[in-house]
């Protein structure tokens, strides 16, 4: 059958000249529409399989409003836009375009550009329905194991995360005054690892008194459909005193998504459940969807855990440690890869993911903020494991040398070419090509490289037929790939082929709260190395890489660190020689950047004194004395804020 395309363009002869390039090609056009409220009508009337789309047509409305629709109804669209402005470029991102196409185009452009949004679509849908597959699967083992309340929610919690990332889920019901509710919050502490705080734990670690808490408690309204804040909306909402503000400001939460249980069973109250999330922009209409076609699933699942007896209400303001605990059945599956903070816990989610499919990943992000590292990991959890990995650094190729060097030659295929070369893609043959810097590759080999991607096949140099090769790619640039695709240095149709699975990594100046634990990770690696003993940073130190700004990320970081221990001279490094400039480089971002809530704070202290103390708690010089509190109050701070005797998580 004929695919249906709906043109959305107001100019009429660009119009027609793309409805006869379809037709050629063999594919239907349902219609062209001049404005948006033409598309709308014709998109609810035919409903099309894709539709290609300018940003700028008659009327007020553009093409971006309409995208959002059209994401929304799961129609895949490419845009069709003269203008190669930024800023229109990274509104139209926003909403997950499935190709974009540059005017002036030729045909071959256009129809690549489809094969690869039919390609992206399907492939999309298909992890999706995946993803849901194995989350029905878990769900059923998780209540066939028959655990205690805590422990089955806290299962369930974790394979809702790749479903909906969050940072703290929130499950339980609103009941009726004087009960108020009854909530369990599961905040995630680490890859695998969640601290379960229920509501009087929550009162705590926020450190109301009962009386401001059961106020905010009673303020609570149960939710009677999907619910999603993000961005300005959420703070909008977390203003108004409320549970959710106390959340959010606690924990530093940015967003937010909730919905009802549908019980079929009496309860005490209304159930529901809640994600929060740090990131503003965490929930989006997909999420929303997603949430429908689940509700019926979870609410079956989750009404037992959330149907108990009537909670007692806190009528005491009782001084007793929460109920709060937390599980680490972690295995470092991503070893050498260093850090908590929920960026790059969100970067560990999109490995684990992707990982085990053979998508192409292409990791963005400023230089020296591990994007080899997590090719190597990506590969490292890969069913290509065993074959090799080979890295590939385009920049430091020679232009005249890099198709040679990526496709071999045969012998006497140029002036000294005295021996037959095999490429660096055959030898990846069965395994992962990791292509640094590929927003370096020149244009004549970008050709090259997609037609590695299409047809699987590369051609030697002098070489009489194409070879097969099955290959997993996996590419890493420090360049914004849009603006130099904008600026015609790189190849759209290529950037789509590579974009098909995007990670993000964050640079160091936005995830500060990793400092200390890669501080510590780099000292004894170079104290190991050197034969020295380094205990620590001091104080003084440690304000001191907390203020920089990071320009070179972790790799600057990790320079600074093993100097900082081949100069020192005692056990413990006082002095951090940052690199020469950094008075000027000590931003004011650095006060922008998120701070600490108290929660994270009072944990970071406590966990930092307990070094000191080698997790001696009590007795002269141990942790209680230095905090200046008695030792049985500091055991119930660490248990509330989740810090084990050896100081982890
Ligand atoms: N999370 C991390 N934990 C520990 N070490 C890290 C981490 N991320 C990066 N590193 C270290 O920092 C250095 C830079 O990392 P890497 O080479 O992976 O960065 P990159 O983003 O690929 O840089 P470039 O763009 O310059 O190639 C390496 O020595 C790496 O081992």
């Known amino acids: 059958m004929k695919k249906k395309i709906l043109i959305v363009e107001d100019q009429f002869i660009e119009a027609n000249h793309l409805r006869i390039m379809l037709e050629r090609a063999g594919y239907e056009v349902s219609g062209i529409a001049r404005s ?11 409903a099309p399989a894709l539709v290609l789309l300018d940003i700028f047509l008659t009327g007020t409305r553009t093409g971006i409003e309409l995208a959002e629709q059209l994401r929304e109804a799961n129609i895949p669209f490419i845009y069709l836009s003269a203008n190669s402005n930024e800023e229109i470029l990274n509104a139209a991102k926003a909403t997950h375009p499935n190709g974009f196409l540059v005017k002036p185009f030729r045909e071959k452009d256009l129809l690549v550009a489809l094969q690869i949004a039919e390609y992206h679509h399907e492939n999309g849908l298909e992890a999706k329905l995946r993803k849901e597959a194995i ?7 998780i209540t066939q194991e028959k655990l205690a309340r805590e422990q089955t929610l806290l299962k369930i919690a974790q394979v809702l995360q790749p479903l909906f990332p969050f940072d703290m889920m929130a499950v ?3 009941g009726e005054l004087p009960h108020v509710t009854h909530v369990l919050h599961f905040l995630r502490i680490g890859f695998n690892e969640y601290q379960v705080i229920d509501a009087q734990g929550l009162r705590v670690v926020s450190n109301l008194k009962l009386e401001e808490f059961n106020t ?20 909008k909402l977390a203003a108004e005193p409320s549970v959710r503000k106390l959340i959010a400001t606690t924990f530093g939460m940015n967003s937010y998504l909730g919905f009802p249980l549908q019980t079929v069973h009496q309860v005490h109250g209304l159930p529901f459940l809640a994600f929060y999330s740090r990131r503003p922009d965490a929930y989006n209409e997909e999420h929303k969807a997603l949430c429908y076609r689940m509700m019926p699933l979870l609410s079956q699942t989750l009404q037992h855990l959330v149907k108990s007896e009537k909670p007692a209400a806190f009528e005491q303001d009782r001084n007793v440690s929460p109920t709060t605990y937390s599980t680490n059945n972690q295995v470092n599956t991503f070893e050498g890869i260093i850090g908590q903070s929920h960026l790059l816990l969100n970067v560990f989610d999109l490995i684990s993911q992707v990982a085990p499919v053979d998508t192409s990943v292409l990791i963005t992000g400023e230089s020296g903020t591990g994007k080899e590292r997590v090719a190597d990991t990506i590969h490292a959890l890969s069913m290509r494991k065993t074959q090799p990995l080979i890295k590939v650094n385009c920049a430091a190729l020679p232009t ?11 012998k006497g295929a140029f002036t000294g070419a005295f021996e037959k070369r095999t490429g660096r893609f055959e030898q990846a043959n069965n395994g992962t090509i990791f292509l640094d810097e590929i927003g370096d590759m020149p244009l004549e080999t970008q050709v090259k490289l997609l037609r590695v991607l299409q047809q699987k096949e590369i051609e030697r140099l002098g070489g009489k037929a194409p070879v097969k090769v099955d290959i997993r790619i996996i590419a890493a640039t420090n360049r914004n790939l849009e603006k ?3 600026e015609g240095r790189f190849r759209l149709d290529l950037y789509y082929r590579l974009n098909v699975f995007p990670i993000q990594m964050p640079s160091l100046s936005d995830r500060k709260e990793d400092i200390p634990l890669l501080v510590d990770h780099f000292l004894q690696y170079y104290g190991r190395k050197t034969g020295k003993k380094i205990t620590g940073v001091s104080e003084k130190g440690l304000r001191a890489l907390a203020l920089y700004d990071w320009p070179g990320n972790i790799r600057e970081l990790e320079n600074v660190i093993e100097r900082s221990v081949l100069l020192a001279k005692g056990t413990l490094i006082d002095q951090i020689i940052l690199p020469t400039n950094s008075v000027a480089k000590v931003s004011g971002k650095s006060e922008e950047a998120r701070l600490k809530t108290i929660f994270e704070n009072e944990r970071d202290h406590i966990i930092a004194v307990l070094k000191k103390c080698n997790g001696r708690i009590r007795g002269s010089q141990g942790a209680a004395e230095i905090l200046d509190i008695p030792p049985s109050t500091l055991g119930s701070k660490m248990k509330k804020l989740g810090i084990k005797r050896d100081f982890g998580y």
């Open 36 to 46: 948006v409220e033409q598309a709308e009508e014709q998109v609810a009337k035919e």
């Open 135 to 141: 989350f029905q699967k878990q769900l059923t083992a």
């Open 172 to 174: 339980g019901y609103v």
């Open 216 to 235: 905010l408690q009673s303020k609570m309204t149960p939710a009677v459909d999907v619910e999603i804040h993000t961005g300005a909306a959420f703070k």
């Open 400 to 410: 005249n040398l890099i198709e040679s060097e990526l496709f071999g030659h045969e």
């Open 484 to 486: 130099e695709v904008a």
